[in-house]
T-cell receptor
């Protein structure tokens, strides 16, 4: 099992652009969560999806959106990028009944210039 | 409001010394707390959960509801314990997960 996979690993964008980040959960995991980790800080919760529906949302502006597909993979979209959106974006998956144990991907490093 | 506070950004100890990484949380309900660890060039991974009341790699953590703390302890630190440690809290009603800002543990030989 490859674990949680995220793509791309690195991304450079300019202010005002749009970005899409992708995540494939561990096989059998139906829940996916997204986090933003700014340098020097802990991960900040953005979204949780389960069975293709949004189940939880953090304090992020509407420029951030996500969706989950029938195969349980997920996309995080960020519109109108700001310099402050530069961060490591982490995806985590867990299975139902896993006692809330999340498995993290390696992340996508987004740089906004 | 900061839900999880880790007051120390960096903690340096010598090999064999006891170590305690502090974590305080803010939540009036029944919390579920975790410690995650990130070793150099590796992914964030679960170290332990308060519900399990287990010891992993010699680490333990006890939930103290009176002090709203969940400190991570190990009696004898090893060099391989050097890593970034994050305390985390889940609020089930809102399906939200909160992480602290992390403590970097450096175990010196």
């Amino acid at each position: 099992d490859a674990g949680v996979t995220q793509s791309p690993t690195h991304l450079i964008k300019t202010r005002g652009q749009h970005v899409t980040l992708r995540c494939s959960p561990i096989s059998g995991h139906k829940s996916v969560s997204w986090y933003q980790q700014v340098l020097g800080q802990g991960p900040q919760f953005i979204f949780q999806y389960y069975e293709k529906e949004e189940r939880g949302r953090g304090n992020f502006p509407d420029r951030f959106s996500a969706r989950q597909f029938p195969n349980y993979s997920s996309e995080l979209n960020v519109n109108a990028l700001l310099l402050g959106d530069s961060a490591l974006y982490l995806c985590a998956s867990r299975s139902v009944g896993s006692k809330n144990i999340q498995y993290f991907g390696a992340g996508t490093r987004l740089s906004v210039l | 409001a900061q839900r999880v506070t880790q007051p120390e950004k960096l903690l340096s100890v010598f090999k064999g010394a006891p170590v305690e990484l502090k974590c305080n949380y803010s939540y009036s309900g029944s919390p579920e707390l975790f410690w995650y660890v990130q070793y150099s060039r590796q992914r964030l991974q679960l170290l332990l959960r308060h519900i399990s009341r287990e010891s992993i790699k010699g680490f333990t953590a006890d939930l103290n509801k009176g002090e709203t703390s969940f400190h991570l302890k190990k009696p004898f630190a090893q060099e391989e314990d050097s890593a970034m440690y994050y305390c985390a809290l889940i609020i089930h009603n809102f399906n939200k997960f909160y992480f602290g800002s992390g403590t970097k543990l450096n175990v010196k030989p």
